[in-house]
């Protein structure tokens, strides 16, 4: 894994992202262990519910600075433009229920995540991991997909339509106010309007190398 710590963006509070995950248990247990009455395919860990409430966040920004050749980019890269969105399903129980101060909702084929950028197009797997922070004094939001998540679970990305199992995408926006959140809870509206002054990572990792981009506009479609 590439180690890449400059970072051109707003400062982020955070070592590097794609080492800093946290992993909950994703073994299948080949037994349905939600509450409802359907089966869900033995190879994925249930993370219990059917139920479909999206909610998407649509974002613009620019390509900051890379490691390595991530995507098959060099240097020209810099300063591109991007945009995409972003979406989770908002019925999704919470993984650390007896956690009052941390939040982990794992998707099943509910979520989706786009980046346009240099003329790629990134697709998440569907299936991403959302983790809420609210702690005195710092409240954080991260949106990871991909090889980025580890565990048992495959989540594949896709660049330009073809797989990649290397590749992972990070994000992690937090206000050190302590002030962004009012729980653990699942967003269900965007609490971080001011993107350019707010301390965010927001980074694209394959085999070739990192790839950094700074928001610039983030809010709900």
């Not at 809420?132 to 954080?140: K, Y």
């Not at 797989?163 to 967003?187: C, R, Y």
């Amino acid at each position: 894994m590439v180690l890449f710590l400059a970072l051109a963006c707003a400062p982020a509070e955070e070592p590097y992202p794609f080492d800093q995950i946290r992993d909950t248990d994703d073994t299948d247990t080949g037994e349905d262990t939600d509450t409802d009455d359907t089966d869900e395919p033995d190879d994925t860990a249930d993370t219990g519910g059917d139920d479909v409430t999206p909610f998407t966040v649509v974002f613009t920004g620019t390509a900051v600075t890379l490691s390595g050749t991530p995507l098959g980019f060099d240097d020209s890269v810099r300063d591109t433009p991007i945009s995409g969105s972003f979406t989770w399903n908002v019925a999704r129980r919470d993984l650390e229920e007896d956690n009052a101060d941390v939040g982990i909702y794992d998707h099943i084929g509910d979520g989706a995540a786009r980046i346009v950028v240099g003329g790629r197009t990134v697709e998440g797997s569907g299936s991403p991991r959302l983790e809420v922070e609210n702690f005195d004094g710092a409240d954080t939001f991260r949106y990871v997909d991909g090889a980025s998540v580890g565990g048992d679970r495959f989540r594949q990305m896709t660049i330009d339509g073809e797989g990649d199992a290397a590749l992972g995408l990070w994000t992690a926006f937090t206000d050190s106010t302590g002030a962004a959140l009012a729980s653990d809870a699942v967003l269900t509206t965007w609490p971080f309007p001011e993107i350019t002054s707010l301390p965010h990572t927001f980074a694209l990792e394959d085999a070739g190398g990192t790839l950094l981009l700074q928001l610039t506009t983030i809010g709900p479609e």
